[in-house]
């Protein structure tokens, strides 16, 4: 049982360019979310899905887009990277609304 | 506007004392609150929650406080150790429109010194 696993733990890439993040759990969890972390501003929520095929906005949406084709994962993509996009980001899952259990996060550097 | 706060970024206490962390929320809506710790370079892991309906939960050295008229909580841990080192992070649940999703604070980070 590897929980939440996310895919690549780190990144660099120029601005413009696009990339998709992948996060993948084995809970069988409803729910999945992507937060972004930067320093002094907690974590913020990007976009997240209350099932299979279905995905809302969050706090910061803007320059991200996100699909939850299967249940077991939850892609976030960049389409043109800025470097304000530079963050960790934290996807995360759940069953009830309640405890979300988090992946150990992804470090994106856009230069 | 932040509906929880943590308005402390730091907290620096002795190993063997109590710690204590805390929280504002201003959202009356909220219905359950959590905390969780997190580790450098690691994912937030979940540490103990209360339900709006408790004013206390405890669990093992952790115990959290629930002050729903100051709409204030507050995380104890007792006695506090070295790997408590950590930042702490707040988190509230709405209780309608949203109960699927929670609100974090900013974060306190905790340094037990030895």
């Known amino acids: 049982n590897a929980g939440v696993t996310q895919t690549p733990k780190f990144r660099v890439l120029k601005t413009g360019q696009s990339m998709t993040l992948l996060c993948a759990q084995d809970m069988n969890h409803e729910y999945m979310y992507w937060y972004r972390q930067d320093p002094g501003m907690g974590l913020r929520l990007i976009h997240y899905s209350v099932g299979e095929g279905t995905t809302a906005k969050g706090e910061v949406p803007d320059g991200y887009n996100v699909s939850r084709l299967k249940k077991q994962n939850f892609l976030l993509g960049l389409e043109s990277a800025a470097p304000s996009q530079t963050s960790v980001y934290f996807c995360?899952?759940?069953?009830?609304?309640?405890?979300?259990?988090f992946g150990p996060g992804t470090r994106l550097t856009v230069t | 506007d932040q509906q929880v706060k943590q308005n402390s970024p730091s907290l620096s206490v002795q190993e063997g004392r109590i710690s204590i962390l805390n929280c504002d929320y201003t959202n009356s809506m909220f219905d359950y609150f959590l905390w969780y710790k997190k580790y450098p370079a690691e994912g937030p892991t979940f540490l103990i929650s209360i339900s709006s309906i408790k004013d206390k939960n405890e669990d093992g050295r952790f115990t959290v406080f629930l002050n729903k008229s100051a709409k204030h909580l507050s995380l104890h841990i007792v006695p506090s150790q070295p790997g408590d080192s950590a930042v702490y992070f707040c988190?509230?649940?709405?209780?309608?429109?949203?109960?699927?999703?929670?609100?974090f604070g900013k974060g306190t980070k905790l340094t037990v010194n030895p």
């Open positions: 995360a899952s759940s069953n009830t609304g309640n405890e979300q259990y």
């Open positions: 988190a509230a649940r709405g209780a309608q429109g949203g109960s699927e999703k929670l609100v």
